[in-house]
């Protein structure tokens, strides 16, 4: 998977963090006081993008993170069978299949447009043109 390190005390409501291994958008951060001997921690609450499951990462303000790095393409839809959309990238033609989500079943057709997020090597479909 293709990624970047960063800081956790540098995520924000809306930024994508990597936790377990999944790529997650972060919903809620909460920041704990320093004790006597101790730094400050952060508590990160991320929704996984590919299987929407809630996840949470503890760790010092200090520590470094991993952060996905997202392509954000276009792609026409060829055909659509069952769950499964067979799609033309627009960039270069490669024909590839991608799950279509719950909430664009109605929406995707064969002949439209689609905007696709690649991260690493998995691919999701985010929204009908």
């Known amino acids: 998977m293709a990624e970047k390190v960063g800081e956790v005390k540098d995520l924000k409501p809306g930024s994508y963090v990597i936790i377990d291994g999944e790529p997650c958008r972060v919903s809620k951060i909460t920041k704990s006081k320093p004790g006597k001997h101790g730094a400050t921690k952060v508590r ?3 929704v996984g993008v590919f299987d929407s499951k809630k996840r949470t990462l503890l760790k010092p303000s200090s520590a470094s993170c991993q952060i996905p790095i997202i ?9 659509v069978t069952g769950d499964i959309a067979q799609l033309m990238d627009l960039g270069n033609y490669s024909m590839f299949e991608c799950p279509v989500p719950e909430d664009l079943k109605e929406k995707v057709q064969p002949g439209r447009e689609v905007e696709y997020w690649e991260i690493g090597n998995r691919r999701i479909i985010k929204t009908v043109k």
């Open 44 to 46: 990160v609450e991320a």
């Open 71 to 79: 392509l954000k393409k276009g792609a026409q839809i060829v055909s």
